[in-house]
């Protein structure tokens, strides 16, 4: 058996890691001094990207590279290994295979590419874009509430179950209520935003007071049409998304 071969695996596994998590450092390092530069001299916001995204890389690649060449690599090793640890490991699957595309990653990188342009090309744009989008995604939830409440499936009699105490205390609780406060992340996104508002001083607080109180209504009223339908056994005892469940015992 070959015993130095599996002494030197663990330590190139070791150093991939280590390139990795100085690559995303870097990046980050990068963007911030893009956009630190990018202000300081007045650049145009196609160029603060620009900036921004050149730097990420520079800053990326060198914080791979330069403590590889520090610790006694090869340079043409060094070169090598941040290459694959920074590049060809995003494209690569498991086992060393090609990735497995499939159309949904395509649809969610098209969207990030077009939200970012109409952001770019203007704040007033892409704040109407956003009210659409949420428009939308209400009345979407609006139609799966009123379906619930209209359908002749619902049982007031269903607010009355209950489920069977769990050991999980105080602490499942905040556990379960993680997930839903992402929810609630847009009133501390609105404080950035507060030099593109109009009249700030008046406009902000109602939107983080309005906009918190429908966010709350709208999760009441998605969970009472829940319950209308469905019994508390029955959906305490989902494994698997609750839509399905509900929309065959709604229509």
């Avoid at 663990?10 to 963007?31: F, K, M, N, S």
């Avoid at 799966?144 to 009355?160: C, P």
């Avoid at 209520?177 to 609630?184: F, N, R, T």
Wanted: one cysteine or more; aromatic letters at 8%; a neutral charge.
């Amino acid at each position: 058996m070959n015993h130095a071969h599996h002494a030197v695996q663990p330590t190139v596994t070791r150093q991939a890691l280590d390139a990795t998590r100085h690559c995303l450092t870097g990046c980050a390092i990068g963007e911030v001094v893009g956009l630190l530069i990018s202000g300081a001299l007045g650049f145009t916001t196609e160029a603060s990207v620009v900036a921004g995204i050149v730097l990420a890389f520079v800053f990326g690649y060198s914080f791979t590279f330069v403590p590889l060449l520090r610790g006694g690599m090869a340079l043409g090793r060094a070169a090598s290994l941040t290459l694959a640890a920074d590049t060809i490991s995003i494209v690569t699957g498991p086992g060393g295979g090609p990735l497995d595309f499939h159309w949904g990653q395509f649809l969610g990188a098209g969207l990030i590419i077009l939200f970012t342009t109409v952001n770019i090309l203007g704040t007033r744009l892409g704040g109407g874009l956003q009210v659409v989008g949420s428009g939308l995604k209400v009345a979407l939830i609006a139609g799966i509430v009123l379906g619930g409440l209209a359908s002749s499936q619902g049982r007031v009699a269903n607010f009355q179950t209950s489920l069977p105490a769990h050991t999980g205390g105080i602490v499942g609780f905040f556990v379960a209520l993680v997930a839903a406060l992402w929810a609630y992340d847009g009133w501390t996104n609105a404080s950035m935003i507060g030099s593109d508002i109009r009249n700030p001083e008046k406009n902000l607080p109602r939107a983080l007071i309005w906009g918190t109180a429908g966010v709350i209504a709208i999760y009441v009223l998605t969970n009472v049409a829940y319950l209308y339908v469905l019994s508390a056994p029955e959906v305490g005892g989902k494994t698997t998304p609750l839509a399905p469940a509900y929309t065959t015992s709604a229509t």
